[in-house]
């Protein structure tokens, strides 16, 4: 059986290796190679430490390559996935982004209001947060 160590190392390396493909332009392998992160993880998947960090690679990619039925698809998980996280509002936040991207800007407001109380206002600060702030008001 495989370690959790062992499976945060193989995770990590798969989200470097996922990076590298998708600064080449390598859109097919980058989110081929984050599915394969998914596939290494142990049963029950969203029950692991490293679940997390996988989804939210591969909604950050489905998000930037358009692929929102894909998204669509598999964004119920990131909600019950690695629930020891600290809940901090990142999850709505991915959410609240995929419905925005997909034009859908009354279930992005009620994820980033939700995201906003959750941070206290940190997921809006940066650059990222920068385009969906003006939702909030």
């Known amino acids: 059986m495989i370690t959790d160590k ?8 798969i ?14 392998g980058a989110l081929k190679k984050i599915k394969d992160g998914w596939d290494i993880l142990p049963y029950p998947k969203t029950s692991q430490d ?12 489905c998000i930037e390559y358009k692929e929102f039925e894909l998204a ?9 996935s690695a629930l020891i996280r600290v809940d901090d509002g990142d999850r709505e936040f991915i959410a609240g982004k995929l ?13 980033f209001i939700i995201a906003n109380i959750k941070s206290e206002g940190h997921l809006f600060k940066g650059k990222d947060g920068k385009t969906y702030r003006y939702l909030l008001k």
């Open 99 to 111: 419905a925005y991207e997909q034009g859908d800007l009354d279930v992005a407001k009620e994820l």
């Open 72 to 80: 669509n698809k598999w964004i119920s998980l990131i909600f019950v």
């Open 15 to 28: 989200r470097r290796e996922c990076s590298s493909l998708h600064l080449k332009g390598d859109k097919e």
């Open 6 to 13: 062992e499976i945060e190392k193989k995770i990590l390396d």
């Open 50 to 61: 490293m679940s997390y960090l996988v989804l939210e690679r591969f909604f950050n990619l």
